[in-house]
């Protein structure tokens, strides 16, 4: 009974549910929910919500076709209930699939992740970016950091702007990714002072009237494993610390970084942060106790470590460093 079970839709999805009522009262609701029903050993990865977004607009039945017969494919790539319905929400799912089952892995190897690749993927640009990745992968190999005095997560930087922005952008950074040159670029912004600046962008904006744009300083930021917490100290009294830096720190001296997240944002983070979490039990056990404790109760965020938990974190960060999908999605997860 229990294996029958496993294979069903959740017991939430009936008609007591809300997205259950949305699909029913929409165009073709009850050949959907019918379709649904019919399918449901295939389509037991798919909550409500996901379900819903999926059979929105024409072409639903074509969707719901090929998602029971195929949506492992997917998921063996790594790709949730969560990720899929993004990607089926809109045309072009069809050329997508095609992309992700004969394209995907061969940059998922350098730390392309599930959630970067869907955030790509949503966009009108798509096919131009992923063609851009083609033409450059050559690049992929020489994003690595191996001065031993920059953190790993500069590594990830580097990788994240090639699939995130451009191969151009990430070539352009690396001739920035040098000891002494972030040495440099810290010592032109200490002390400067940050006047009325209070938010994220101002911060950010101030540091670019120096010269230096965002990404430059997000490689000095991640280089060191501080984020812009620790940037707008910096900026203020022109103090580097190795000790944490608190929010209500920042808020004494007129500074308040507000989160601005969106509500899916922060659900698609805890997910991403329970799929991690599992991935380290799994693949490094012995380390799991510092990340759970840095990931989940930490927030992720590097001004939350104290100076012995900063020596923690650069241990285990080196552990990791050959385990290039782990790094990438811990880096997905930092608190800016």
Not at 48 to 71: P, R, V
Not at 79 to 89: A, D, V, Y
Not at 298 to 327: A, V
Request: glycine residues 6%; positive net charge; aromatic residues 8%.
């Amino acid at each position: 009974m229990a294996g029958s079970r496993s294979r069903k839709l959740p017991e939430k999805f009936g008609p007591k549910n809300k997205y259950y009522q949305k699909i029913f009262s929409s165009k073709d609701g009850p050949e959907k929910i019918r379709k649904i029903k019919e399918n449901q050993s295939g389509l037991r990865v798919f909550s409500g919500f996901h379900l819903h977004s999926i059979t929105l607009g024409t072409g639903w039945q074509a969707k719901l076709d090929w998602l029971t017969e195929n949506h492992q494919q997917l998921a063996t790539l790594g790709f949730n209930g969560s990720h899929i319905s993004q990607i089926f929400r809109n045309k072009g799912w069809d050329e997508k699939t095609k992309w992700l089952t004969k394209d995907y892995s061969k940059y998922s190897k350098h730390g392309l992740t599930p959630l970067s690749t869907v955030s790509v993927l949503v966009t009108k640009d798509w096919k131009d970016r992923t063609s851009q990745w083609q033409k450059n992968k050559a690049l992929l190999p020489l994003l690595q950091v191996t001065d031993s005095r920059i953190s790993p997560f500069a590594e990830r930087h580097l990788i994240a702007t090639f699939f995130m922005k451009s191969p151009n952008r990430a070539r352009k950074l690396l001739e920035s990714c040098d000891y002494d040159e972030l040495e440099r670029i810290q010592e032109k912004i200490r002390g400067t002072g940050l006047g009325n600046k209070k938010t994220r962008q101002e911060v950010l904006e101030g540091v670019k009237k120096l010269g230096f744009d965002e990404d430059v300083v997000k490689l000095l930021l991640t280089a060191k494993n501080h984020n812009i917490r620790e940037l707008a100290k910096l900026y203020v009294d022109g103090d580097w610390s190795t000790a944490a830096v608190s929010a209500e720190q920042l808020k004494e001296k007129g500074v308040e970084l507000a989160d601005n997240r969106s509500t899916e944002e922060i659900a698609l983070k805890k997910m991403a942060t329970e799929s991690v979490l599992k991935k380290i039990r799994e693949n490094h056990p012995e380390d799991y106790g510092f990340w759970r404790k840095f990931i989940a109760e930490k927030g992720s965020d590097l001004e939350e470590l104290s100076e012995k938990d900063r020596k923690e974190f650069n241990q285990c960060l080196g552990r990791l460093h050959k385990d290039k999908t782990t790094m990438a999605e811990i880096y997905q997860l930092l608190k800016d």
